[in-house]
């Protein structure tokens, strides 16, 4: 009886061993992940992020896109409203609308994945379309994490 049940724990214990040499660690399951620096506070799908370093990872780049940005000081959980499929040439990159003091997240592009993520920002306000004062956009630089 005993080497019964020493036999199974044996049997037990090289089961759990095998599933465990041939899981995939959480970083390799991930679509795509990088990290970017934002030098200022931005705007992005309801989230506001201060300015500082980040990290994302998204599961999946099939829609809906579930993207977790994280920060020394904040963390959100941002959806995408749209996706295209763009050139590998240009590389990966946030774009950021200046509107103001206020700056908004309107892309992000992925040359790894070939994929343009789109968000919602606001519509300017009405004087600032009859001044014709147009939003200026800059484009940060995104360091994505190779598998």
Known sequence: MKTNRIRLLA????????????????????????????????HWQGAVLPAGEYTFSMESAASPNKMVVRGKDAAAIIVTIATSTGSKSQPSQLTIERRGDAYFVSEMYSADLGVQFRYSIPAPPKDELLAQNRASTEHILIAELRK
């Open 11 to 42: 049997m037990a214990a090289v089961g759990l061993a095998a599933v465990c040499a041939s899981a995939k660690p959480v970083s390799a399951q991930n679509a795509w992940q990088g990290s970017f620096t934002l030098p200022n506070e931005v």
